[in-house]
């Protein structure tokens, strides 16, 4: 029996774009919350009451937990009657060309979880991950010394917009895979304490491939999508008004070009299906390399304005860095991406506008209203909203615009 919110201790592992925003929501509920990184800058921002990241609430949210004492952040995990795994798991590169998943990071937390667990404990993983994880780390926390048997071992993926996190934790559907019945059901009692979406109960292999379904998916209909612009490009047809005639039909719903597809999920998730079944994924390969693809083509569109510019070295403002609108996360950012790759191989002067960061390791960050007024050509790769107030409108220099607003 799980105790009442103000007796119950959650312990999540890993405090970023996931984690921190659930330790905050769990401790504004009255849940005492440890919250663990292996990162000490990030631990000691997070008790500090400050965030490391840009989210709507969360640093309301996270100033108030922590002034309560409701959640404070460590480098290691303290007994708990739930732990909540929510690190990263990313991507890396392997001979086949396939890029693998790597889920080092979700059993280096179940090997310190293994260390403070008890009986009756309830672990749950909301790390995106391949159909097998949960069982890996079922089997991990064996090979640390902890019977599993003991244990409660769920799978419950994240279903949350960047952006809007805040609120879909709350109001999203969540779909729950025990490795046991009573594992699903425990942690579904768990979610139900701040959930007010419907919650579904199923095995923990079905919940891993749902979430990694769900992203492929939109891969997909965001790559006919850029596809379509593509071809619109080279045919002398407006993309947007296609797009917008052809969703006139009641059951056509093309969704919006842009210049790729980043962030963690979308241009992640993807190739754990891929990695699992090469075979027989060859419409989910095709996405993301056409997906991938559409940040050269935008890459070639530039170098092709700019060079034709009566200007010998031009300047140019690349608007917009993070991977979607209104938000800092830079992760597998193809506007990122853009940049990078001209200013390694042009002779162009490129000014760095992001303006929900104030800096970066290798570019520098010029505000928008500087950079519009020094340049030669504006491109907008991502429709901040400051970029959409009308500043352009006064400006003599041209824009490309590869944004949908």
């Not at 379509?228 to 002398?236: K, P, R, V």
Request: hydrophobic fraction near 40%; charge should be negative.
């Amino acid at each position: 029996m799980i105790p009442p919110n103000s007796e119950l201790n959650v312990c999540v592992l890993g405090l970023g774009y996931i984690g921190l925003p659930t330790a905050a929501l769990l401790a504004s509920r009255g849940i005492h919350v440890q919250g663990v990184d292996v990162v000490p800058q990030t631990v000691e921002t997070i008790n500090q009451g400050k965030v490391q990241i840009v989210e709507p609430d969360l640093d309301l949210m996270v100033q108030a937990a922590t002034r309560s004492g409701k959640l404070q952040a460590a480098d290691k995990p303290d007994p708990a009657d739930i732990f909540i795994i929510a690190v990263p798991t990313p991507t890396q590169d392997d001979a086949s060309g396939i890029p693998q998943p790597c889920i080092d990071a979700v059993l280096d937390a179940a090997r310190a979880i293994a260390a403070v667990a008890q009986p009756g404990n309830l672990i749950i993983v909301e790390s995106t991950s391949p159909v097998g994880t949960t069982r890996k780390v079922a089997q991990t926390l064996a090979d640390s010394g902890m019977d599993p048997d003991t244990l409660h071992l769920a799978y419950c993926p994240e279903r949350v917009l960047p952006g809007r996190i805040m609120k879909e934790l709350v109001e999203n559907d969540r779909i729950i895979g025990g490795l046991t019945p009573v594992a699903a059901t425990a942690a579904k009692a768990f979610y139900q304490r701040f959930v007010m979406g419907t919650i579904y109960e199923t095995t923990a292999e079905t919940a891993e491939m749902v979430k990694l379904s769900e992203n492929a998916y939109r891969d997909l209909n965001i790559a006919f999508a850029n596809e379509l612009s593509i071809i619109s490009h080279n045919l002398g047809v407006d993309a947007n008004e296609l797009i917008r005639l052809a969703n006139c039909h009641p059951r056509v719903n093309i969704l919006q070009p842009g210049c790729g597809v980043g962030g963690h999920c979308i241009a992640v998730d993807p190739w754990f299906i891929v990695a699992s079944d090469p075979e027989n994924s060859k419409l989910i390969q095709q996405a993301r390399k056409t997906n991938d693809y559409k940040s050269q083509w935008v890459m070639e569109r530039i170098k092709e304005k700019y060079r034709g510019l009566d200007k010998k070295h031009p300047t140019v403002a690349l608007c917009g860095l993070a991977f979607k609108p209104n938000i800092d996360d830079l992760r597998h950012a193809p506007a990122l991406e853009i940049a990078l790759q001209l200013n390694q191989e042009t002779d162009a002067t490129f000014l760095h506008v992001e303006p929900n960061i104030s800096q970066h390791d290798t570019l520098t960050i010029t505000p928008f209203q500087e950079a519009i007024q020094e340049a030669d050509l504006i491109v907008l790769l991502v429709a901040h909203t400051p970029f959409l107030d009308g500043s352009l409108d006064s400006i003599d220099a041209p824009v490309l615009d590869f944004t949908c607003h």
